[in-house]
Each structure stands twice: as C-alpha cells, then as structure tokens.
C-alpha cells in the first residue's frame, strides 16, 4: 500500500537527484544509485596516517581523521555540498551523515568517542541560512552510531568572513580565536569528533581544538563529509 501511494507521489511530485537532477524512484532518497555509485569516496578511514592526519599532526591533540568523499571545484562532491549549504536542502545533510556512518562503521574508527560535535555557524550565518549544515551530517552519524550529539560545547564568537577565496595565511588568521567552549569541565578525559561539510586546509577544525586546548586529557578526532582534492 505505501509503495503504491509512494509512487503516486513521486509522479505528482517528481524528486530529482541533486547530483544529475535525474528523476528518483520511490526507493530513491536525494541521490540517484548511480550517483551514489560513483561518489569519489576516499577510504582514509581504512589508512593509518593518512594524508588528513599529517596535515593536522602538531596542530591538535588528533587521535584519528578523515573524509568520506573527494571535493573537486565543478565536480559531483561540489554540487552536492552546494545543494547541502546554500539551497535548503537540511535533510540532504542527515542523509550523507548516514550514509558516511553506514561506510565507516565496520571499521574502528567510532570506537571511543563520547560525542559527535558539529562545527559550530554564528548566529547570524545561522539565522541566515536557517540550520548548520554540519549539525544535520552529526544528527545522521549520531542516528546510525547512537553516539550523542552535543551541539552546547562549542559556539562561534564571531561571524568571520567566507574561507573560500582565502589564501592558506589567511585562513588561519581570519579563524584565529574564533570559537569558544562552553562546558569545559563535561569534556575532561573525553574523546570528541568534531564534524564538518568540507576540509580544505584544516583551519577551521584546528580553531576549534584550540578554544578547548586548556581541557585536560581531551581527545579529538575530525570527520568529514569531504576533503579537496589537492590538500
């Protein structure tokens, strides 16, 4: 019966694949299976001292890292990040964020983790945009790996400018002292993984693990939705 009237939905009110706009079936959700097929997935959860760890070792107290897909400019990670951040899509996000959990969890790469933490948007980004991209990928994680999501630890204290046509210099700046953690003393001996949509020098995860460098015994692992290409 709900197959049935799913279908009748779907030809009503046509669902279209973010990637290639192709038309969904009803067993669909988002991405057609092709593109979820051919979705450049990185696999450096399965890589120790991987290409994302080096790139934060002496930055953080890192205990692992990685990216589920591979973002080229113009590519099919760049239009779905776009549909994800700037097009109103919230739902998209728990959908990759299960999808990233799904993958990566028949290796180790959850085990330990206290909490998943979203990277935090100002208030106004916030307001703007109307949710956290990040927030809804940690709610998609959090649903598969029933570790809890605290989105009350970290907030940003200022509405920095856009990172995107940011040279590497300037990206560290321009998040310097940008964050701040609100429950430093829940955090002692924890081991949190910070999530966000995109990693393109680490700046901004590495700003993050410095508004709670002065929390004793904290561990950090990062994940991300995807990783450019020519980090």
């Given at each position: 019966?709900?197959?049935?009237?799913?279908?009748?939905?779907?030809?009503?009110?046509?669902?279209?694949?973010?990637?290639?706009?192709?038309?969904?079936?009803?067993?669909?959700?988002?991405?057609?299976?092709?593109?979820?097929?051919?979705?450049?997935?990185?696999?450096?959860?399965?890589?120790?001292?991987?290409?994302?760890?080096?790139?934060?070792?002496?930055k953080m107290p890192l205990e692992r890292a990685s990216a589920y897909l591979r973002y080229?400019?113009?590519?099919?990670?760049?239009?779905?990040?776009?549909?994800?951040?700037?097009?109103?899509?919230?739902?998209?996000?728990?959908f990759m964020g299960r999808c990233m959990a799904k993958d990566l969890q028949g290796s180790?790469?959850?085990?330990?983790?206290?909490?998943?933490?979203?990277?935090?948007?100002?208030?106004?980004?916030?307001?703007?945009?109307?949710?956290?991209?990040?927030?809804?990928?940690?709610?998609?994680?959090?649903?598969?790996?029933?570790?809890?999501?605290?989105?009350?630890?970290?907030?940003?204290?200022?509405?920095?400018?856009?990172?995107?046509?940011?040279?590497?210099?300037?990206?560290?700046?321009?998040?310097?002292?940008?964050?701040?953690?609100?429950?430093?003393?829940?955090?002692?001996?924890?081991?949190?993984?910070?999530?966000?949509?995109?990693?393109?020098?680490?700046?901004?995860?590495?700003?993050?693990?410095?508004?709670?460098?002065?929390?004793?015994?904290?561990?950090?692992?990062?994940?991300?939705?995807?990783?450019?290409?020519?980090?």
């Open positions: 019966m709900m197959g049935w009237l799913n279908d009748i939905m779907d030809y009503v009110f046509p669902r279209y694949c973010v990637v290639c706009g192709q038309a969904l079936s009803s067993s669909e959700n988002f991405l057609c299976a092709e593109c979820l097929i051919r979705l450049p997935r990185t696999n450096l959860h399965l890589q120790k001292d991987n290409d994302i760890e080096k790139n934060l070792w002496g080229h400019k113009k590519g099919m990670v760049s239009t779905l990040v776009a549909n994800l951040k700037y097009k109103g899509n919230a739902r998209l996000g728990v180790s790469f959850f085990a330990g983790i206290d909490f998943i933490v979203p990277l935090p948007l100002h208030k106004s980004r916030l307001k703007q945009r109307g949710y956290n991209q990040s927030e809804q990928l940690a709610q998609g994680i959090s649903l598969v790996t029933n570790i809890p999501m605290r989105t009350d630890i970290l907030v940003r204290k200022r509405n920095t400018e856009t990172q995107t046509l940011k040279s590497e210099v300037q990206r560290w700046e321009n998040l310097q002292d940008g964050f701040e953690c609100r429950s430093p003393e829940e955090l002692t001996g924890k081991h949190i993984l910070l999530v966000d949509d995109v990693m393109t020098t680490g700046a901004t995860v590495v700003a993050c693990a410095d508004a709670c460098n002065k929390i004793p015994r904290l561990r950090i692992s990062v994940l991300t939705l995807s990783v450019a290409a020519d980090m």
